[in-house]
């Protein structure tokens, strides 16, 4: 869904709390497992719901068609949740606004439901339908499962997500800065165990001693 412009131009303050019915594909973070992600998960959030957004400071930038969020970015869609320090929204206004992009740094956090997922970028390329993330990923899950990586990338055509070790950063001209060359790395993580009471059998009665 797309944002109606109005005639008279809103003050700063009405359009940092102001609900955007942009089609915010944040369901990509939603994060289960290790290695791939749920994918069926991603596929039962509506992205077309309405996005929340507050921030300390907002600047609309008419002539390049883009909003800078900065300080304690906050960003909202039904469950869905991402945190950043700065984010740049990127739009095309050809009758209605087109989320084209958006690119958020320093300590991006996303969560959704008991998952939880950080980085030190994160960039939604909505034409593409991909959304990677970068920089110290960490997922995190409330039974105590954790991943951590260099890259996470979600492809929202297929519902397929990765992790890998490679550290890189997103493309020159972006709010995170020129390119670094990908450096090999591994991925790491913890699986949690349910502990098993061995005084107990499988229908949980107490098993007798011989």
């Known amino acids: 869904m797309s944002v109606r412009p ?7 303050s009405t ?23 749920n994918a ?7 992205s077309e719901a309405p996005v929340d957004f507050s921030a300390d400071h907002m600047e609309l930038q008419d002539k390049q068609k883009r909003v800078l969020l900065t300080g304690n970015v906050d ?35 996303v969560t959704r439901q008991d998952e939880r997922a950080a980085g ?9 339908k991909i959304i990677t993330m970068v920089g110290h990923v960490a997922l995190r899950r409330a039974q105590g499962d954790t991943l951590n990586g260099g890259r ?16 890189s950063a997103p493309p020159s001209g972006t709010a995170a800065g020129p390119v670094t060359t990908a450096r090999p790395g591994r991925v790491s993580g913890t699986f949690v165990v349910p502990k098993k ?3 107990k059998d ?4 107490a098993t007798p001693k011989p």
């Open 15 to 37: 359009l940092a709390r102001r609900s955007l019915f942009w089609g915010f594909a944040l369901s990509a973070a939603v994060l289960a497992g290790a290695g791939a992600l």
């Open 120 to 128: 030190d970028v994160a960039v939604y390329d909505f034409n593409r």
């Open 152 to 167: 996470l990338v979600i492809d929202l055509n297929t519902g397929i997500s990765s992790i890998d070790g490679h550290v």
């Open 6 to 12: 109005t005639t008279a131009r809103p003050t700063t």
């Open 197 to 199: 009471d061995d005084k």
């Open 40 to 46: 069926a998960a991603i596929a039962s959030h509506n």
């Open 202 to 205: 499988s229908k949980g009665t």
């Open 75 to 109: 960003i909202t869609q039904e469950e869905l949740r991402l945190k950043a320090d700065r984010t740049l929204m990127t739009y095309t206004d050809n009758d209605k606004l087109t989320l084209q992009r958006i690119e958020a740094t320093g300590n991006v956090v």
